[in-house]
């Protein structure tokens, strides 16, 4: 089924090829933070020390999101999707419990079930890094836990349920690219839906983590392209020599955009492989075009039968055979 008018088909496969085709969809993201979340192992916050930008050699400490911090919350976006329009039920397939192993978030995120098979994901992900410094980008803050008078005493006897957590600060920026291996049409609009509308990373989902993320284009290659760190650090030379960092202020929103479209234009320019890009003013197509098909329920129903039934043929032929 054909989705999309603005690109050539050239990019996609009709089906999803069971071994690696060398077809690779990236999407250039920049994940911008509203609110305080937690990206933190152990009760400390993830940060890295680098160097600051590719010309600029200081060595910084930056705030870091893993991999599965950013994975994990959008495809379990796309498998609440599957389940409000009746294509997926909690009995067929139960996130790291009991994979179901035919529908498209296995298929397209993959799964391991120990001997009983596995699916590599061809949704790759790597750490993203924030712009700015760690120093710059965290708060810490005190927690209390009162009880329901609204005071931290219980029956006369005052408690010291007091706790202290660093949270990352609203309007810090994690460049981030997230690549599709081998997309069809729908599996490609399937993790687009997902990315753009996932809003909440991080530990304390339910009350804290609200991120937003700003596609800012796709590239469509035979390989692999620029990773999160060098891309994040070519931002911050363009924003450093173009004097956009103003400290303590957060960073500028527009500013940010603009810098990260022109850095990637750059580093994209510096590339080794075939790639056809569409990033800034040649994106907005393809993103009008991508969003009238997932805001409106006709839409994205056509989209996630579409990867349903293509994820239940792949499984069809090569894991159901591949098990008896």
Same mark, same amino acid.
């Given at each position: 089924? &054909?989705?999309?008018?603005?690109?050539?088909?050239?990019?996609?496969?009709?089906?999803?090829?069971?071994?690696?085709?060398?077809?690779?969809?990236? !999407?250039?993201?920049?994940?911008?933070?509203?609110?305080?979340?937690?990206?933190?192992?152990?009760?400390?916050?993830?940060?890295?020390?680098?160097?600051?930008?590719? *010309?600029?050699? @200081? @060595?910084?400490?930056?705030?870091?999101?893993? &991999?599965?911090?950013?994975?994990?919350?959008?495809?379990?976006?796309?498998?609440?999707?599957?389940?409000?329009?009746?294509?997926?039920?909690?009995?067929?397939?139960?996130?790291?419990?009991?994979?179901?192993?035919?529908?498209?978030?296995?298929?397209?995120?993959? !799964?391991?079930?120990?001997?009983?098979?596995?699916?590599?994901?061809?949704?790759?992900?790597?750490?993203?890094?924030?712009? @700015?410094?760690? *120093?710059?980008?965290?708060?810490?803050?005190?927690?209390?836990?009162?009880?329901?008078?609204?005071?931290?005493?219980?029956?006369?006897?005052?408690?010291?349920?007091?706790?202290?957590? *660093?949270?990352?600060?609203?309007?810090?920026?994690?460049?981030?690219?997230?690549?599709?291996?081998?997309?069809?049409?729908?599996?490609?609009?399937?993790?687009?839906?997902?990315?753009?509308?996932?809003?909440?990373?991080?530990?304390?989902?339910?009350?804290?983590?609200?991120?937003?993320?700003?596609?800012?284009?796709?590239? !469509?290659?035979?390989?692999?392209?620029?990773?999160?760190?060098?891309?994040?650090?070519?931002?911050?030379?363009?924003?450093?020599?173009?004097?956009?960092?103003?400290?303590?202020?957060?960073?500028?929103?527009?500013?940010?955009?603009?810098?990260?479209?022109?850095?990637?234009?750059?580093?994209?320019?510096?590339?080794?492989?075939?790639?056809?890009?569409?990033?800034?003013?040649?994106?907005?197509?393809?993103?009008?075009?991508?969003?009238? !098909?997932?805001?409106?329920?006709?839409?994205?129903?056509?989209?996630?039968?579409?990867? *349903?039934?293509?994820?239940?043929?792949?499984?069809?032929?090569?894991?159901?055979?591949?098990?008896?």
């Amino acid at each position: 089924m &054909k989705f999309l008018k603005t690109l050539d088909s050239k990019f996609f496969h009709p089906e999803i090829p069971y071994k690696p085709m060398g077809k690779y969809a990236h !999407f250039l993201t920049v994940r911008v933070t509203e609110s305080y979340p937690l990206f933190q192992t152990d009760g400390e916050l993830n940060k890295a020390r680098v160097r600051a930008g590719i *010309d600029d050699k @200081t @060595t910084i400490s930056r705030l870091s999101m893993f &991999k599965r911090k950013q994975s994990t919350p959008e495809r379990l976006v796309g498998r609440e999707l599957l389940r409000a329009y009746e294509l997926l039920t909690p009995e067929e397939c139960e996130y790291n419990v009991a994979f179901g192993k035919n529908n498209p978030d296995c298929i397209i995120y993959g !799964f391991a079930i120990g001997d009983a098979g596995s699916e590599k994901s061809k949704v790759l992900v790597d750490t993203a890094f924030s712009i @700015t410094a760690f *120093d710059e980008s965290h708060e810490t803050f005190t927690l209390n836990a009162p009880y329901e008078s609204g005071t931290m005493s219980y029956k006369g006897e005052v408690t010291s349920r007091i706790n202290q957590q *660093d949270h990352i600060r609203p309007q810090v920026f994690f460049p981030s690219i997230v690549t599709l291996k081998d997309p069809t049409e729908a599996s490609f609009l399937y993790v687009f839906n997902n990315i753009l509308r996932t809003r909440h990373y991080g530990a304390q989902t339910t009350r804290t983590g609200r991120v937003r993320n700003e596609i800012i284009g796709v590239v !469509f290659a035979d390989g692999e392209i620029v990773s999160n760190l060098r891309w994040t650090q070519a931002i911050y030379d363009y924003m450093q020599s173009n004097q956009m960092i103003k400290l303590p202020e957060p960073l500028d929103e527009d500013n940010v955009y603009k810098a990260a479209i022109a850095s990637i234009q750059n580093l994209m320019s510096e590339e080794f492989i075939v790639h056809s890009d569409f990033i800034g003013d040649n994106f907005q197509a393809l993103l009008t075009e991508a969003k009238s !098909f997932t805001a409106s329920e006709e839409g994205i129903k056509s989209i996630l039968q579409q990867a *349903d039934s293509e994820a239940k043929a792949y499984a069809d032929k090569h894991i159901e055979k591949k098990k008896k």
